[in-house]
Nanobody
């Protein structure tokens, strides 16, 4: 059974940094995209970033949200994906979800992700 376990969330002041991690187990993940979505209270879930599976390197960011502040990386040997978040803003406050895609390439669309973690809370104070 596939499990995704996120960690690294917490409370941080505006301008600070957090590094989210996600450990995947119970399957084979290297061929598939991995990524992050987030959902703030009262808002729809939104794409943050993804990184492609085995093959040509590639990552995709919701540039309207992250604008160079976030960096996604993965370690296929450890089945982990990370999201380094710098220059955090109060509007980054949300629950962040780790995802594994159905395909090699990550996309913005939630329905193209097969597995979702339980989420980790990120709160940025002003």
């Amino acid at each position: 059974q596939v499990q995704l376990v996120e960690s690294g969330g917490g409370l941080v002041q505006a301008g600070g940094s957090l590094r989210l991690s996600c450990a995947a187990s119970g399957g084979t993940f290297s061929p598939y995209a991995m990524g992050w979505f987030r959902q703030a209270p009262g808002q729809e879930r939104e794409f943050v970033a993804s990184i492609n599976g085995d093959g040509p390197d590639g990552s995709t960011y919701n540039t309207g949200l992250v604008k160079g502040r976030f960096t996604i990386s993965r370690d296929n040997a450890k089945n982990t994906v990370h999201l380094q978040m710098n220059s955090l803003k109060p509007e980054d406050t949300a629950v962040y979800y780790c995802v594994v895609g159905k395909y090699y390439r990550g996309t913005y669309y939630p329905h193209e992700y097969a597995y979702w973690g339980q989420g980790t809370q990120v709160t940025v104070s002003s």
